[in-house]
Every structure is written in C-alpha cells, then in structure tokens.
Nanobody
Framework: QVQLVESGGGLVQAGGSLRLSCAAS????????MGWFRQAPGKEREFVAA????????YYADSVKGRFTISRDNAKNTVYLQMKSLKPEDTAVYYC???????????????WGQGTQVTVSS
C-alpha cells in the first residue's frame, strides 16, 4: 500500500509555470506506475500524464502535450508535474495516483492523493 501527498499548487497568471510534487510513503514506490489527473469544477476527473516505473515511458493528454512534463525520482519517492505556458482552462484540482501498470484510465489506479488546487488567472 502507498500513501500519496500532493503539493505545489497555487495561483498563477496565464503563461506562467508551476511544478507539482507528489510524495509517496512506503518502500514500494518504484513498483508503481504514476499518473496525474485533474478535475475542474463541474467536470469529470480527466487524465493528464503518466510515467512508467522505469521512467522510460510517458503518456500525456493531448491538451497538455508540449506544455507539461511528468518525471519521477524513485530515490526520493516523488513524482513531479512541471507545468508551463499555463492557461485558464488548466484550472483544476490535480491528483496524483499509483497503478500497477502504466495507464491513462482512472480505473487502473489503486491509490490516490487528496489533490492540490491549481488556479490560472487570465
């Protein structure tokens, strides 16, 4: 089992950058693929990015490709989401999650953090 805690959210102007972090407890972090999802007010939670256990493979939603970068440091039990060129439509609560396999679908993820708010002003 793994517990996840996100941090790094906040208020930023359009065009700005933020880096989200997700710290995992336990010694099994390296055995999980990790993903980021987001949920805007009144909308369903959606996939943002995912990274394999080995860091060799990454997936991105089309809406963030080229602007967001997912990475992980297995020695620090942490996964990151670097967000650049932020847009008002990126405003959402961002969640990290852990899965046994690399995936884009929420159902594949067994463990979730509590989320961190990202607000992008125009």
């Amino acid at each position: 089992q793994v517990q996840l805690v996100e941090s790094g959210g906040g208020l930023v102007q359009a065009g700005g950058s933020l880096r989200l972090s997700c710290a995992a407890s336990g010694r099994t972090f390296g055995s999980y693929a990790m993903g980021w999802f987001r949920q805007a007010p009144g909308k369903e939670r959606e996939f943002v990015a995912a990274i394999s256990k080995s860091r060799l493979t990454t997936y991105y939603a089309d809406s963030v490709k080229g602007r967001f970068t997912i990475s992980r440091d297995n020695a620090k039990n942490t996964v990151y989401l670097q967000m650049k060129s932020l847009k008002p439509e990126d405003t959402a609560v961002y969640y990290c999650a852990a899965a046994n396999v690399l995936a884009r679908t929420m159902a594949q993820y067994d463990y979730w953090g509590q989320g961190t708010q990202v607000t992008v002003s125009s």
